[in-house]
C-alpha cells in the first residue's frame, strides 16, 4: 500500500494498487463507477455522453471471473432443471401422492433430470450407446457444427463491444450474408470447386460487413443509435430476403411455391472437414483462423489499438488524433464481415438444401450472448461458442430422446448471461466472497476528489 | 443553527480522506474551510450532507447528534448545500427544480407550479436579483443557476448553508455579488460554511477560518493573517508562487489566429471572432473565468471543431479545417483540459498512452502491426525523464496521482517534434510538487523557440508563466496585455471591461 | 480579486450570447428525397383504371357512396401539391427557421393520398376506408401501450429492450389466466402482472446490479420466448381446451356514435382494452408532467444525483416506474389474446415490442407522440393488409418494413433531432 494514512493521495506516486491484478480486457470497477457519477454529476445531455457512460457499464458486466462463470452456469442449468421437473408427467403424477411416498416424487425427479442431462451430454459430445468409437464421438463433432457460426458471430458482436458498439444487428446481418453468399451459390454457374466457393464466401462476408456498415454509418455520420439501427436493419433484411425468397425469378426454388431458395451446388460447398460421415465441415476451420485474426487485430495490430482507444473512451481518442467515426464504420465493417462469415457458414456448409428467412436460427442473437460469456476476448469467445453450440446439438437430442423442446436452451443460455452480468447476485447465492471492495471504494474516490476538487 | 463536527473520520479502504476533523460553525457566521484541491473538503461536506457515512465522528445540530442516512435527512434537519457542480435538473424550469423533493401540491400529488413560482420570486426578490421561475435552467448562465441552487436551499428552510467552491464559475463581479447574498444570509442569522482554496476571497467574508490539509485540520487562522502564511499553512511548505523564467528570446515560428469563430451545435458563438498572434518563444497566457470560449478555443486550434470560421495559420500554414491527425503532424502538440475525459485512456497501460496518438505509421507500427519492445522502450525512457511515479509501465495510467497522469500526458505530447505547444489548465488539480515541475517543462518549450498557449483560470499562474495574456470574456478577447499588467486591471478584463490602453500588440 | 466595474470602458459585449444559425436543410432535402422516390414509382409503375373508395358500412346514419377516382390522374396531382409544399419548407430553411410542422404533415397526407389512389387503381374490389383505419386502429393497440411502457421506463432512466418480452408474457400469461377463469379481465390482469414482472427482473438486474440495460433487454426478450415456447409446446398444446382457449373481450359499440360513417365504426366500435387506450395515453402523460410523481420520476432520469440531493429515493423510484411501465406494456400483450385472437401461439408478438420501441423514439419519449406514432405505425402494417385484398402492385414485405426503415430516418436525425432523457442507461450508485 502505498498510502498511508494522512497522505495526500496526490501526493503519493500512485494511488493504492488493487490487491488483485485484473485480467486484461476487464474494467477496473471502482473507475468505471468514478467515471459514471461524474457523468451522473455533471448531468450532461449529449448522446456521445451517453455512450462512454454505458460503455462503462457494459465493461463491468463483463468483468466476470471463472468461479462467477461457473456458478452462473450451475445456476442455469438449475432453473432448467426445474422447467423439466414441473412438466414432467412422471414427476407430477408421483407429487400427487407426494405425503405418502416421497420418495417416489424424488425418484421420478431424478429419472427426469438425469434422462434429460443424459441425452443432452450424450447428444452434445459421445454416444456412449453407439457401436464404435467413431460413430460415438458425432454428437461432438455436430457440436463444434453448431459452434462454427456461433463463434464467428460471437467475435463480430465481441470486436464491436471493444470498440464500445452493441451489435444487435447479427440477425440482420447473417440473413444478407447468406443472400448474397446463396444467391452467387445457386445464381452462378459453370465456376469450377473452389473458385465458385470463394466467390459465394467472399460475396456473404461483403454483404454482411456492408449491412453492418450501414448502421456504423449512421452511427458515425448522425450520432444514431447503433442499437436502434441494427435492430431495425434486422427486420429490414428479414423483410427484404422474405421478399427475394417469394418472388420467383429472384431467390425462390423453381416450380416451388414455398419461400425457399434452390440447394446449394456443390462447387461452392464448404467440404467436409472429417469425411463424408461427420457433417463438421471447413467452416469450422474458418472460424478458428478468425479467432486468430481477430486476437492479433484486438492486441497486436495499430487498428486494433484504436478500436480499443475508442471503445474505452473515444474522446481521448479524438483529441489523440483517432479518427473515431472512421474508427466506428470499419469495427462495424470488420464486425458485419464476422457475422457474415457464420451466414456464409450455414449457407455453404451446414443447410445446403436451400434456405429460408429462418436462416439465421437464431444464432445473432446467440451470438449476443457466447460475446458476453467469452468476456469479449476472443479465446473466451470460442470457448463460449463450444459449450452453447453443444447445448444446441444437446438440446435437439434431448427433444427427441425425452421430448424436451429445445427451447429450453434458450432459457438456460440466457440465464447464463444474466447469472453473469451480475457477479454480485451469484456471489451472494453462492456465498463467494465479494472481491475487491474495500480497494473499489478507495480508488474510486481518490479518483473523484482529484476530479471534483 | 449550531453546527458542529466532531472527530469526523472517513476512510477509503487505506486512504483517509477525513482524518478526525472537528469543526463548529455559529449562527450568523461565515467559517471558511481552507485548503488544497484534494484536502478532503469536498468529502467532509459530503459526509455532513448525508451523501457518504463517516466511519468515525459525528454530527451535532444544536448540540444534539444526528444521524442523517441520506441527503434528504440532512436536508430536513435544515442543512443546505449549493454544490461545485450545481444538482440541477438542466432540462427542468426554475421553479421545478426549487420545488422537486418538496413539492407543493393539491390533490393526489398534482403539482401546484404557482405556489413554487412564487416561491422563487419571493426569494429573489429578498436578495434583489431576478430569477424567471419559468426559465429551463439548462438556458441560464451559470451565475443565475447558483442563485437557483440558493434559492433551492433556502426555500427548504435552510439554516446551516454549505457553499462548495462556489466561485470558480463565477465573474469577479458575479463573485462579489454572491459575496453580498453570503453576507446577507448571515445577518439573517444563517451558519455559513463557505469552501474555498482562494486566498483573497477568504480574506474578503471569513468570519473564521480553518485550513485542512492531507484530511487533517492543520490550523485555524485569522481572516487578517498574511497571505503567505495562510498558503503555507494550506500547502504545507513555503510555496514559491513564481516560475523562474528568462526574457523572452522570439524566433521566427508563429501562430497567428485571425477572425476565429466556433458555435455550439445550437448555434450559440463560443468562441467570437478571436484574432492573436503567440511567436516562438513566448508563451501567451488566455486568462478569463471558466466558460469564456477558453476550451473551445483551443478545441479549435487543434481541430476538434471542423466547423469553426477563420483562419489558424501555423508558420503560414493554414491549419484550419484539418483533421485532429493532420495538426498533430504539423507539430501541434496539446494538452487537454480534462486530462481523464479528453487526454487519457483510463483503463489503458502508461505505455500504451504514451504512444496514443503515434499509431498511424513508424516507428511505432510497422505493416499494421505495433511495434511493442519499441513502445516499451520508448514508455521507460519518459516515464524517467518525466519522473511519473509509478510502479511500472504497465500499470493502468487511471490509476495514477493528478500530477502524474499529467505528466503522462506532457510527455507524450512533448516527445514529438513540435511546432507549437497548446496547454489547457496544465496544472489544474495537480500536487504543488508537480505544478512546479510541469510548468518547468513547459518554460523549457518556450524557451526552445516554440509558440507555446496556456490557458488558465486562476491569476496567479497566469502572471507567473506567462509573457504576454490575453483575456476573454463571453467568447471575445477582452484584451492582450502584458504580463505585468496589474491584477485590478485583469480582474476588471475578467469581467469583460477592457483596459483603457489595448496592450502591446506584439 | 477586484470589485465590479464602476468606470472604465465596457467590452463591446452584448449581454445576450450572440447566435448563429444552424437550421439544417435535412428537411426540405427529406421531403425532396421522398418526393422524388414517389414520383419515380409512378413513372416507373404506371397503373391503369380508376380507384374505388369506400367510406360506408351498412349499419351507418347515412350512406356515403363509393368514391370513383382516377388512380394516375390523382396520383401525379398529389405530386404536383407535394412539390408545392416543398417550397415552403425551403423558404422557412432559408430564413433559417423550421419548416413548420403542418408543411410536413400535410405531404405525408398528400403522398400517402396519391399513393393509395395509384395502389388502387384499377382495381374491382373497394378500398374501405373504413377497414383501413379501423384495423389501423386495433393493430397498433400493442403498439401504444408497449411505447407508453418504454417512455415511462426510459425517463426514467431505464432503456426498455425488453418491451417485446413484456408483450409476449403478457399475451402468454393473458390467455392462460383467460381460458382458465373464463374471463377476459382476469386474463388482462395477470397479463398486466406477468409483464410487471418481466419488468421487475429487468429492474432487478439494471438498477440493483447495474447490468448493462441493453443486454439485460436483449437476454429477456431471449429468455421469455424460450419459456414461453417451451410451456406453450409442453403444457399449452396438449391442453388447449383448458389452457389455452380463452373468452375474449366483447366489442362495446357506443349507442348512436358508433353509426357516424367512418369514424363511428373506426372508433366507437371497440372493445375496452382499446377504449382505454386514449384514457391511460392521457393518464401517463398528465402524471409524467404534472404530477409530483412524474417530475420526480423525469428527474430521476436526467439527473438521479440532483435527485438524490434533495432526498428522493432514485432506486426506489426506478424500480417503481418500471413496475407501472409493466402494467401497462401488460395491456398491450393482452391484447394478443384477450381481444384480438382467442389462444397463445408461439412468439406471436413477432417484433411489435420493437416497433413500439421505435414508436416511442419516434415519438420522441413524449407519451402522447408516442401514441401517435404507434397509431402511424400500426396503419402502416394495416396497409399492407388492405392492399393485398385491393391486389395492391406493392410487395407486402416493403409495406411490413416501413415503420421500421421511418425509425431508421428517425434516428438518423431526418425527421428532427430527439433527446433522450439525459440519465438513461446510467446505472446511479450512491458512493
Known amino acids: 500500500m502505498s498510502a498511508r494514512p494522512g497522505q495526500d493521495p496526490a501526493d503519493s506516486a500512485e494511488q493504492p494498487p488493487a490487491d488483485d491484478r485484473e485480467p486484461v480486457g476487464t474494467t477496473e470497477p471502482g473507475r468505471a463507477e468514478e467515471i459514471e457519477q461524474e457523468k451522473a454529476r455533471e448531468g450532461a445531455a449529449d448522446d456521445g455522453e451517453t455512450d462512454d457512460r454505458w460503455q462503462e457499464a457494459f465493461r463491468r458486466i463483463i468483468s466476470g471471473g471463472w468461479a462467477v462463470a461457473l456458478g452462473a452456469i450451475l445456476l442455469a442449468v438449475i432453473a432448467g432443471s426445474l422447467m423439466i421437473i414441473v412438466t414432467d408427467e412422471a414427476v407430477q403424477e408421483a407429487a400427487g401422492y407426494f405425503f405418502s411416498r416421497p420418495g417416489d416424487t424424488f425418484a421420478a425427479v431424478g429419472e427426469a433430470v438425469g434422462g434429460a442431462y443424459s441425452a443432452l451430454f450424450q447428444g452434445a459430445v459421445y454416444n456412449f450407446r453407439a457401436d464404435t468409437f467413431a460413430a460415438g464421438i458425432r454428437p461432438l463433432t455436430q457440436t463444434l457444427n453448431n459452434a462454427t457460426p456461433l463463434i464467428a458471430a460471437g467475435l463480430g458482436v465481441a470486436i464491436a463491444f471493444r470498440a464500445g458498439l452493441l451489435n444487435i444487428g447479427g440477425q440482420g446481418q447473417m440473413l444478407m450474408s447468406a443472400t448474397a453468399a446463396g444467391w452467387v451459390g445457386f445464381g452462378v454457374t459453370g465456376l469450377p470447386f473452389p473458385l465458385h466457393l470463394i466467390l459465394a464466401l467472399v460475396a456473404g462476408i461483403l454483404a454482411g460487413a456492408l449491412w453492418a456498415g450501414i448502421a456504423g454509418l449512421l452511427k458515425a455520420r448522425t450520432g444514431a443509435h447503433e442499437v436502434i439501427v441494427t435492430i431495425m436493419l434486422n427486420y429490414v433484411a428479414l423483410y427484404l430476403l422474405s421478399y427475394f425468397l417469394a418472388t420467383p425469378g429472384l431467390m425462390q426454388a423453381p416450380g416451388s411455391a414455398n419461400p425457399k431458395t434452390p440447394p446449394t451446388p456443390e462447387s461452392a460447398q464448404l467440404p467436409p472437414l472429417l469425411g463424408e460421415r461427420y457433417t463438421l465441415h471447413w467452416g469450422f476451420v474458418l472460424a478458428l483462423v478468425a479467432v486468430a485474426v481477430v486476437w492479433w487485430i484486438l492486441n497486436r495490430s495499430a487498428v486494433g489499438f484504436s478500436y480499443r482507444a475508442v471503445g474505452e473512451n473515444p474522446r481521448a481518442a479524438r483529441v489523440a488524433g483517432i479518427d473515431v467515426s472512421r474508427s466506428t464504420v470499419s469495427v462495424m465493417l470488420v464486425a458485419g464481415a464476422l457475422v457474415g462469415l457464420a451466414g456464409v457458414t450455414q449457407v455453404l456448409g451446414t443447410v445446403t438444401t436451400g434456405f429460408g428467412s429462418d436462416i439465421d436460427a437464431g444464432i445473432g442473437f446467440d451470438a449476443i450472448t457466447v460475446a458476453l460469456l467469452g468476456n469479449s476476448n476472443p479465446l473466451g469467445v470460442l470457448g463460449a461458442g463450444i459449450l452453447f453450440g453443444a447445448f444446441k446439438a444437446g438440446g435437439s437430442a434431448m427433444q427427441a430422446a425425452e421430448g424436451i423442446p429445445i427451447e429450453i436452451v434458450l432459457v438456460v443460455q440466457s440465464l447464463i448471461v444474466l447469472f453473469i452480468a451480475a457477479p454480485p447476485l451469484v456471489r451472494a447465492i453462492f456465498r463467494l466472497p465479494q472481491p475487491g471492495s474495500a480497494p473499489k471504494k478507495k480508488r474510486s474516490k481518490a479518483a473523484r476528489k482529484e476530479v471534483s476538487a | 443553527m449550531r453546527l458542529e463536527l466532531r472527530g469526523i473520520t472517513k476512510r477509503f479502504g487505506a486512504l483517509v480522506a477525513n482524518d478526525h476533523i472537528d469543526l463548529v460553525v455559529e449562527p450568523g457566521e461565515i467559517h471558511c474551510l481552507l485548503g488544497e484541491n484534494g484536502a478532503g473538503k469536498s468529502t467532509l461536506m459530503n459526509v455532513l450532507y448525508g451523501l457518504y457515512d463517516a466511519d468515525e465522528g459525528e454530527i451535532l445540530l444544536d448540540g444534539e447528534v444526528q444521524d442523517f442516512e441520506g441527503p434528504g435527512d440532512a436536508m430536513n434537519a435544515g442543512i443546505g448545500m449549493v454544490h461545485q457542480h450545481f444538482m440541477l435538473v438542466p432540462v427542468f424550469s426554475v421553479a421545478e427544480n426549487v420545488m422537486l423533493g418538496h413539492e407543493t401540491t393539491h390533490g393526489p400529488g398534482i403539482l401546484d407550479l404557482s405556489a413554487a413560482r412564487e416561491t422563487v420570486r419571493s426569494t429573489a426578490d429578498r436578495f434583489g436579483f431576478h430569477v424567471d421561475p419559468d426559465a429551463v435552467v439548462e438556458d441560464l448562465p451559470v451565475g443565475v443557476q447558483q442563485r437557483v441552487e440558493i434559492i433551492k436551499a433556502l426555500s427548504r428552510d435552510a439554516q446551516v448553508l454549505v457553499f462548495d467552491e462556489p466561485t470558480a464559475v463565477l465573474t469577479p463581479q458575479e463573485t462579489d455579488e454572491l459575496m453580498a447574498i453570503m453576507r446577507q444570509l448571515k445577518d439573517e442569522g444563517k451558519a455559513i460554511v463557505f469552501i474555498t482554496h482562494k486566498l483573497r476571497e477568504v480574506r474578503e467574508v471569513a468570519d473564521r477560518i480553518t485550513v485542512v490539509r492531507h484530511g487533517k485540520v492543520v490550523g485555524e487562522a485569522d481572516p487578517t493573517a498574511p497571505d503567505n502564511e495562510l498558503a503555507s499553512l494550506m500547502v504545507g511548505r513555503a510555496v514559491q508562487l513564481t516560475v523562474d523564467k528568462q526574457a523572452a528570446r522570439h524566433t521566427d515560428n508563429e501562430l497567428a489566429v485571425s477572425h476565429l469563430q466556433v458555435a455550439t451545435p445550437n448555434g450559440q458563438v463560443v468562441v467570437d471572432d478571436v484574432s492573436f498572434t503567440v511567436r516562438g518563444g513566448e508563451i501567451l497566457v488566455i486568462a478569463g473565468v471558466q466558460g469564456n470560449g477558453q476550451t473551445e478555443l483551443t478545441e479549435a486550434l487543434i481541430g476538434l471543431h471542423p466547423d469553426a470560421r477563420g483562419s489558424i495559420l501555423l508558420d503560414g500554414s493554414e491549419l484550419r479545417g484539418r483533421s485532429v491527425r493532420k495538426v498533430l503532424d504539423a507539430g501541434v502538440g496539446f494538452v487537454p483540459e480534462d486530462r481523464s475525459t479528453d487526454g487519457l485512456v483510463g483503463e489503458f497501460s502508461i505505455a500504451e498512452n504514451l504512444i496514443l496518438d503515434r499509431t498511424d505509421g513508424a516507428p511505432f507500427v510497422r505493416a499494421g502491426s505495433l511495434q511493442l519492445g519499441l513502445r516499451d522502450e520508448f514508455a521507460r525512457e519518459k516515464v524517467d525523464e518525466f519522473d511519473v511515479r509509478t510502479t511500472g509501465i504497465d500499470l493502468p495510467v487511471g490509476r495514477l496521482s493528478g500530477g502524474n497522469q499529467q505528466k503522462v500526458v506532457l510527455a507524450r505530447e512533448m516527445s514529438r517534434e513540435l511546432r507549437l505547444l497548446v496547454a489547457a489548465q496544465p496544472t489544474r488539480g495537480v500536487d504543488v510538487g508537480s505544478i512546479e515541475f510541469i510548468h518547468q517543462r513547459i518554460v523549457e518549450t518556450r524557451d526552445a523557440g516554440i509558440p507555446v498557449i496556456v490557458v488558465s483560470t486562476e491569476l496567479d499562474e497566469a502572471v507567473a508563466l506567462a509573457d504576454r495574456i490575453m483575456v476573454m470574456y463571453r467568447g471575445r478577447v477582452v484584451g492582450i496585455v502584458p504580463a505585468d499588467t496589474p491584477r485590478d486591471v485583469l480582474g476588471l478584463m475578467m469581467a469583460g471591461v477592457a483596459p483603457e490602453t489595448e496592450g502591446d500588440a506584439a | 480579486?477586484?470589485?465590479?466595474?464602476?468606470?472604465?470602458?465596457?467590452?463591446?459585449?452584448?449581454?445576450?450570447?450572440?447566435?448563429?444559425?444552424?437550421?439544417?436543410?435535412?428537411?426540405?432535402?427529406?421531403?425532396?428525397?421522398?418526393?422524388?422516390?414517389?414520383?419515380?414509382?409512378?413513372?416507373?409503375?404506371?397503373?391503369?383504371?380508376?380507384?374505388?373508395?369506400?367510406?360506408?358500412?351498412?349499419?351507418?346514419?347515412?350512406?356515403?357512396?363509393?368514391?370513383?377516382?382516377?388512380?394516375?390522374?390523382?396520383?401525379?396531382?398529389?405530386?404536383?401539391?407535394?412539390?408545392?409544399?416543398?417550397?415552403?419548407?425551403?423558404?422557412?430553411?432559408?430564413?433559417?427557421?423550421?419548416?413548420?410542422?403542418?408543411?410536413?404533415?400535410?405531404?405525408?397526407?398528400?403522398?400517402?393520398?396519391?399513393?393509395?389512389?395509384?395502389?388502387?387503381?384499377?382495381?374491382?374490389?373497394?378500398?374501405?376506408?373504413?377497414?383501413?383505419?379501423?384495423?389501423?386502429?386495433?393493430?397498433?393497440?400493442?403498439?401504444?401501450?408497449?411505447?407508453?411502457?418504454?417512455?415511462?421506463?426510459?425517463?426514467?432512466?431505464?432503456?426498455?429492450?425488453?418491451?417485446?418480452?413484456?408483450?409476449?408474457?403478457?399475451?402468454?400469461?393473458?390467455?392462460?389466466?383467460?381460458?382458465?377463469?373464463?374471463?377476459?379481465?382476469?386474463?388482462?390482469?395477470?397479463?398486466?402482472?406477468?409483464?410487471?414482472?418481466?419488468?421487475?427482473?429487468?429492474?432487478?438486474?439494471?438498477?440493483?446490479?447495474?447490468?448493462?440495460?441493453?443486454?439485460?433487454?436483449?437476454?429477456?426478450?431471449?429468455?421469455?420466448?424460450?419459456?414461453?415456447?417451451?410451456?406453450?409446446?409442453?403444457?399449452?398444446?396438449?391442453?388447449?381446451?383448458?389452457?389455452?382457449?380463452?373468452?375474449?373481450?366483447?366489442?362495446?359499440?357506443?349507442?348512436?356514435?358508433?353509426?357516424?360513417?367512418?369514424?363511428?365504426?373506426?372508433?366507437?366500435?371497440?372493445?375496452?382494452?382499446?377504449?382505454?387506450?386514449?384514457?391511460?395515453?392521457?393518464?401517463?402523460?398528465?402524471?409524467?408532467?404534472?404530477?409530483?410523481?412524474?417530475?420526480?420520476?423525469?428527474?430521476?432520469?436526467?439527473?438521479?444525483?440532483?435527485?438524490?440531493?434533495?432526498?428522493?429515493?432514485?432506486?426506489?423510484?426506478?424500480?417503481?416506474?418500471?413496475?407501472?411501465?409493466?402494467?401497462?406494456?401488460?395491456?398491450?400483450?393482452?391484447?394478443?389474446?384477450?381481444?384480438?385472437?382467442?389462444?397463445?401461439?408461439?412468439?406471436?408478438?413477432?417484433?411489435?415490442?420493437?416497433?413500439?420501441?421505435?414508436?416511442?423514439?419516434?415519438?420522441?419519449?413524449?407519451?402522447?407522440?408516442?401514441?401517435?406514432?404507434?397509431?402511424?405505425?400500426?396503419?402502416?402494417?394495416?396497409?399492407?393488409?388492405?392492399?393485398?385484398?385491393?391486389?395492391?402492385?406493392?410487395?407486402?414485405?416493403?409495406m411490413l418494413m416501413l415503420p421500421y426503415v421511418v425509425t431508421l430516418f428517425a434516428v438518423a436525425g431526418l425527421v428532427g433531432r430527439s433527446r433522450p432523457p439525459a440519465a438513461l442507461a446510467t446505472p446511479y450508485t450512491k458512493e
Not at chain 3, 80 to 87: E, F, Q, R, S, W
Not at chain 3, 326 to 340: E, K
Open chain 3, 1 to 398: 480579486m477586484t470589485a465590479p466595474a464602476v468606470d472604465g470602458t465596457p467590452a463591446a459585449t452584448p449581454d445576450a450570447p450572440r447566435t448563429v444559425s444552424t437550421v439544417s436543410w435535412k428537411t426540405p432535402i427529406a421531403l425532396g428525397v421522398v418526393l422524388a422516390l414517389y414520383a419515380l414509382l409512378l413513372l416507373l409503375a404506371p397503373r391503369e383504371g380508376d380507384a374505388r373508395f369506400s367510406l360506408s358500412t351498412p349499419t351507418d346514419f347515412f350512406q356515403l357512396p363509393v368514391y370513383v377516382i382516377p388512380g394516375m390522374a390523382t396520383a401525379w396531382l398529389c405530386a404536383a401539391i407535394g412539390a408545392v409544399l416543398v417550397v415552403p419548407s425551403v423558404l422557412a430553411t432559408r430564413r433559417a427557421r423550421r419548416t413548420p410542422l403542418w408543411v410536413t404533415g400535410v405531404f405525408a397526407a398528400v403522398l400517402l393520398f396519391g399513393f393509395l389512389a395509384w395502389a388502387a387503381a384499377g382495381s374491382a374490389r373497394d378500398l374501405s376506408v373504413v377497414g383501413l383505419l379501423g384495423g389501423a386502429v386495433a393493430l397498433s393497440v400493442p403498439l401504444v401501450y408497449g411505447s407508453l411502457s418504454g417512455v415511462i421506463g426510459e425517463r426514467s432512466g431505464t432503456i426498455n429492450i425488453a418491451i417485446e418480452s413484456q408483450l409476449l408474457a403478457g399475451a402468454f400469461t393473458a390467455a392462460v389466466a383467460g381460458s382458465l377463469t373464463n374471463s377476459p379481465w382476469v386474463g388482462l390482469v395477470a397479463a398486466m402482472l406477468a409483464s410487471a414482472l418481466v419488468s421487475l427482473v429487468l429492474a432487478v438486474f439494471t438498477i440493483t446490479y447495474r447490468v448493462n440495460q441493453i443486454i439485460v433487454g436483449v437476454v429477456l426478450n431471449v429468455l421469455v420466448i424460450g419459456l414461453t415456447s417451451f410451456f406453450y409446446s409442453l403444457v399449452l398444446v396438449p391442453n388447449t381446451e383448458t389452457l389455452n382457449s380463452t373468452t375474449r373481450f366483447e366489442r362495446i359499440p357506443i349507442p348512436f356514435l358508433e353509426r357516424i360513417p367512418v369514424i363511428g365504426p373506426v372508433l366507437f366500435d371497440q372493445t375496452i382494452v382499446v377504449y382505454l387506450m386514449p384514457v391511460i395515453v392521457f393518464g401517463v402523460w398528465y402524471g409524467l408532467f404534472r404530477t409530483r410523481w412524474g417530475l420526480r420520476l423525469r428527474a430521476v432520469g436526467e439527473h438521479p444525483r440532483a435527485a438524490d440531493t434533495v432526498g428522493i429515493e432514485v432506486l426506489r423510484t426506478r424500480y417503481r416506474a418500471l413496475l407501472i411501465a409493466g402494467l401497462v406494456g401488460g395491456m398491450g400483450g393482452a391484447f394478443y389474446t384477450v381481444v384480438s385472437i382467442n389462444q397463445f401461439g408461439r412468439e406471436m408478438t413477432a417484433g411489435a415490442g420493437f416497433i413500439a420501441l421505435a414508436a416511442m423514439i419516434f415519438g420522441k419519449w413524449n407519451p402522447v407522440r408516442a401514441a401517435l406514432a404507434g397509431l402511424l405505425f400500426g396503419f402502416a402494417t394495416n396497409l399492407q393488409n388492405v392492399l393485398s385484398v385491393v391486389g395492391s402492385p406493392v410487395p407486402s414485405q416493403f
